[in-house]
T-cell receptor
């Protein structure tokens, strides 16, 4: 069975400082991994995805994540936080080799950005 | 990409009644899913909507409570039956074109049961 664990339920940073949102995954096979963002009262937006190509994945809005198989991690980072980054972030796993597989969501990390 | 139209966007319903949520995609997709997001929580998969056959439900969800239809490759409905206040959630439709691509989500249906 697949699962993801987001290690922090809430992360607070100051504007202009780095962001680190941590995610560990569990999967029987080489998984596909995603980060989605959900702003208040908005829909889900894909930030980036890993699908067995380059291990360092660049996404939108300056975010990136590195797939580390030895650590079963897929942490999300951004060099400099912006106020508009405040939102809920979900680490997501799927197994592309299983027929009909859906996405399995982590519990989410709330990112707060202060000025 | 895929454009998903989900209706209604929100509703307030009386307990004991049922609500049917529609999900329309602008092009054919391989897989369609229904998720629930309870207040302040993450997304939980309810079921996979299978075209032309019964949906595949996750543990804790049953067809009598959440009947699902998928008559073709672009449309699906989820019904929340005999509602109680515990069913107050956001319900989201999601689609995949194929196995190794990103999922797209509808804007969600915010349901309040009173």
């Amino acid at each position: 069975a697949q699962s993801v664990t987001q290690l922090d339920s809430h992360v607070s940073v100051s504007e202009g400082t780095p962001v680190l949102l941590r995610c560990n995954y569990s999967s029987s096979y080489s998984p596909s991994l995603f980060w989605y963002v959900q702003h208040p009262n908005k829909g889900l937006q894909l930030l980036l995805k890993y699908t067995s190509a380059a291990t360092l994945v660049k996404g939108i809005n300056g975010f990136e994540a590195e797939f580390k198989k030895s650590e079963t991690s897929f942490h999300l980072t951004k060099p400099s936080a912006h106020m508009s980054d405040a939102a809920e972030y979900f680490c997501v796993v799927s197994d592309p080799w299983q027929a009909g597989t859906a996405l399995i969501f982590g519990k989410g990390t709330t990112l707060s950005v202060s000025s | 990409s895929a454009v998903i139209s989900q209706k209604p966007s929100r509703d307030i319903c009386q307990r004991g009644t049922s609500l049917t949520i529609q999900c329309q995609v602008d092009s054919q997709v391989t897989m369609m899913f229904w998720y629930r997001q309870q207040p302040g929580q993450s997304l939980t998969l309810i079921a996979t909507a299978n075209q032309g056959s019964e949906a595949t439900y996750e543990s804790g969800f049953v067809i009598d409570k959440f009947p699902i239809s998928r008559p073709n490759l672009t449309f699906s409905t989820l019904t929340v039956s005999n509602m109680s206040p515990e069913d107050s959630s956001i319900y989201l439709c999601s689609v995949l074109r194929d196995r190794n691509t990103e999922a797209f989500f509808g804007q969600g249906t915010r349901l309040t049961v009173v």
